[in-house]
């Protein structure tokens, strides 16, 4: 049985950046991966956008930690020269009914300390973004976007260079509480027993299911898990965009983004759908669906233009039948909540995780030290 201090589970771009601080901080840990890679879900499967931290409840912890995390992001991104731009986004409007709910972007926005944002009327879009018809617009010039598998390698780098160690292939099987630790089975075919002063659960899409294999761990502070999958289209030939664009309808065939890559590329998504299982199976039946999306804000969209991309899935705390919460938040859970010593739960980091991952892998270590 090996004994070590830290064990974070899960090395998606939130359980590197736990890591990270960790190690920065003097800790002993080790990262456990139940892939071959760092980042193969979540972290990968998403539009790469640093968030400027608008349309969240204030006060939540994603308010707080995405408006920390995007200004520690911009700087780390700069020091370590991981690819990136503040591209700014357009929040648009579509028709004279939907200008309320630009309206109510720029009171969330007040509320939650985002002060750069632009009230735009029907020409100063056109100007912004040609190709885009809107009645109105709110531009956001600090959110960007970023290179994230770059990202996740320099989180890495940093953990490893502070004495940190990643196991792949490394499925935590089951867990039981002791008086002084927890203890893990780990692996697969041979699996091997490791006893940790300290636990985070950073499993992503799976950290339900890591709580619920844990002997000891209360039931009742296991939350139901959702998974919402959003589609992505690539745009074939050149972007007319410079931008990213956001329609602020909330349904989902018509709340479709525009999204740009480091490379000038377009993507289109994502939309919103629910699986009963982690399934990327693409639905190309929501092809036309995203044509008529689209074409609320971009008439022009050529015929035969989108091209199946890849599909994405979100951890949701809620699901389709209260689709219009927006109260949702991050859970963060340490012995104060579910009364286990030494362990931290990590359920719900869907958006704007990646924004916000230097600001939880902070918020983490404190209260692993405190």
């Known amino acids: 049985m090996e004994e070590v201090d830290c064990v974070v589970i899960g090395a998606g771009v939130i359980g590197l950046a736990i890591a990270r601080a960790l190690a920065l901080s003097g800790r002993e840990v080790v990262i456990l991966e139940a892939e071959d890679e760092f980042g193969t879900q979540t972290s990968s499967r998403n539009s790469e956008v640093i968030h400027a931290g608008i349309s969240y409840r204030p006060g939540s912890l994603k308010a707080t930690l995405c408006r920390q995390g995007r200004d520690r992001l911009y700087e780390y991104a700069r020091e370590r020269n991981i690819n990136h ?49 809107a009645v109105a617009g709110v531009f956001s010039p600090s959110t960007g976007i970023i290179d994230s598998h770059g990202y ?20 935590v099987q089951s867990g039981e509480i002791l008086q002084d630790g927890i203890l893990l089975v780990v692996g697969g075919d041979f699996p091997i027993t490791i006893k940790a002063r300290q636990v985070i659960n950073s499993a992503g899409l799976y950290a339900h299911e890591v709580a619920h294999r844990i002997i000891g761990m209360p039931a009742e502070h296991i939350p139901e898990v959702f998974y919402a999958i959003g589609h992505y289209y690539t745009l074939s030939g050149r972007s007319p965009f410079t931008h990213l664009v956001y329609p602020v309808a909330r349904q ?17 998504g994502p939309d919103i759908d629910w699986r009963t299982s982690v399934d990327y199976t693409f639905d190309q039946s929501k092809e036309q669906g995203f044509y008529e999306g689209i074409r609320r804000f971009w008439p022009a969209l050529p015929d035969h233009s989108l091209v199946p991309g890849y599909t994405g899935i979100r951890p949701r705390l809620v699901g389709a039948n209260a689709l219009k919460n927006r109260d949702t938040d991050f859970v963060i859970q340490d012995q104060s909540v579910h009364g286990v010593k030494g362990l931290i739960n990590l359920f719900g980091m869907e958006s704007p995780g990646l924004t916000s991952s230097l600001a939880i892998g902070d918020y983490v270590r404190d209260m692993v030290v405190k």
């Open 85 to 133: 731009q503040r591209i700014g986004k357009l929040i648009v409007a579509a028709t004279e009914e939907e200008t309320s709910e630009l309206q109510t972007y720029l009171t969330l926005a007040q509320s939650n300390q985002v002060d750069d944002l632009q009230w735009l009327d029907q020409k100063q879009v056109v100007m912004l973004e040609p190709q885009v018809q």
């Open 152 to 171: 996740m390698l320099s989180l890495l780098g940093d953990a490893e260079n502070a004495g940190a160690t990643i196991v792949y292939r490394s499925k």
């Open 252 to 268: 989902a065939a018509l709340r479709v983004h525009v999204t740009l890559d480091l490379v000038g590329e377009c993507k289109f």
